[in-house]
């Protein structure tokens, strides 16, 4: 092999990078063991960055532009300085190109269903999706913190730990926005700009940025759906009476006849059924009816003590009262009371209790 072979070989003139996957980040331009030429021309598109590495440190980064690399005080050495190494240069210089654009239409969502507390309807499960977009803020952040050494690093490689941030945040904004589940479809660009503000902090670590997020949908369990779409059926049908008469005038306008008028009728008799057991029916359920009506309890009788020799006897019902006036145990002068009376009183001026005394023969005449 001829030394001009071999010095083509060893020589690069032109670095640049152009990419037509969509999805690829940063790329490594491949230099196949060789050195940089000294006096290279280096292209940097718009939207791209390079970022000179030099033996395994970041020298250096390259915004948008055209550069020679020939000026001493640069990173890069090259072979033709080394001739006495035989161009075998023990110096290593890497160039990665980061792609700067944004990558718009990925996709977040919750994998499993977020709890919060509603102030209408309590606890309820909700998910979410939407969609956002990425971009490196920071070229040489981002080659540190996550591509590292890799070659050719993808937006799926990072896309998963980003969404993974996305829920969590989301989660916790939505708990603390206390934005009922009924409004949160008219505050979902609220919610976007909630979640991307708060989010930067923790993406701007690895060198990116989110400059759009978007809330798509906020969805409901079917069963809560359902019960919504209930509620929601019975509010627009609003007074139970005027719908069932609306109803019947529908049906007689448009069929019209005999049998019309019979469902119109019936429509109408059930309309005021149902009014009237509406009317009837209070908030803790219906009305009883006279001929429901259960009969009062009983009246407790009363009970009574006796006073004698400065002893309580008792309680005794009315009819053992009864009893003892006929025996002579309890006179006119005897002592009574029973709870609500105030006070110790004589069974003759007690109205229920004299009675028991009317009915008594008068004492029998003397003998002889």
């Known amino acids: ?15 640049h ?5 969509r999805d690829t980040m940063v790329w490594r331009f491949e230099r196949e063991g060789h050195e940089i030429k000294y006096g290279a021309k280096l292209t940097v598109r718009e939207g791209q960055a390079a970022v000179f590495v030099h033996e395994g440190q970041i020298a250096d980064v390259f915004t948008p532009g055209l550069y020679m690399l020939e000026t001493n005080n640069m990173p890069i050495m090259t072979s033709l300085q080394h001739w006495d190494h035989g161009f075998k240069s023990p110096f290593k210089s890497e160039i990665y190109f980061v792609n700067t654009t944004r990558f718009n239409d990925l996709k977040w969502g919750t994998k499993n269903p977020i709890i919060l507390r509603d102030p209408e309807f309590g606890p309820v499960r909700l998910r979410a999706f939407g969609t956002y977009a990425v971009k490196v803020s920071d070229p040489a952040h981002f080659l540190t913190e996550i591509v590292g050494t890799d070659g050719e690093f993808t937006m799926d490689e990072i896309s998963y730990q980003i969404r993974n941030i996305i829920v969590q945040e989301f989660s916790r904004s939505i708990a603390m926005s206390k934005i009922p589940i009924l409004d949160m479809a008219a505050n979902t660009r609220e919610l976007g700009k909630l979640i991307s503000g708060e989010i ?20 409901l369990p079917p069963a809560v759906e359902q019960v919504l779409d209930k509620r929601s059926s019975m509010g ?7 719908y069932t008469q609306f109803q019947a005038a529908e049906a007689l306008g448009r069929d019209g006849g005999a049998g019309a008028a019979m469902q119109a009728g019936l429509g109408a008799g059930l309309g005021m059924q149902i009014g009237a057991a509406a009317a009837q029916a ?22 009574w003590h006796l006073a004698k020799n400065g002893q309580t006897k008792g309680p005794f019902s009315k009819a053992a009262l009864g009893r003892m006036a006929a025996e002579g145990a309890m006179t006119r002068e005897t ?19 004299a009675q028991l005394f009317t009915v008594m023969p008068p004492p029998p005449p003397p003998a002889g």
């Not at 930067?200 to 969805?219: D, F, R």
């Not at 627009?236 to 005027?242: A, F, K, S, V």
């Not at 002592?335 to 209790?353: I, N, R, S």
């Open 1 to 15: 092999m001829g030394i001009l072979d071999f010095l083509s070989g060893q020589f690069i003139d032109v670095i």
């Open 17 to 21: 990078w152009t990419d037509d996957t």
């Open 200 to 219: 930067s902090a923790t993406i701007g670590e690895y060198g990116l940025s989110i400059p759009e997020l978007y809330v798509e949908n906020v969805s």
């Open 236 to 242: 627009m049908i609003g007074d139970l009476q005027q």
């Open 282 to 303: 209070g908030p803790w359920g219906p009305r009883p009816t006279a001929a429901h009506t259960p009969p009062p309890p009983p009246v407790a009788d009363k009970v």
């Open 335 to 353: 002592f009574v009371w029973t709870p609500g009376q105030d006070g110790w009183m004589k069974a003759d001026d007690v109205d229920e209790l």
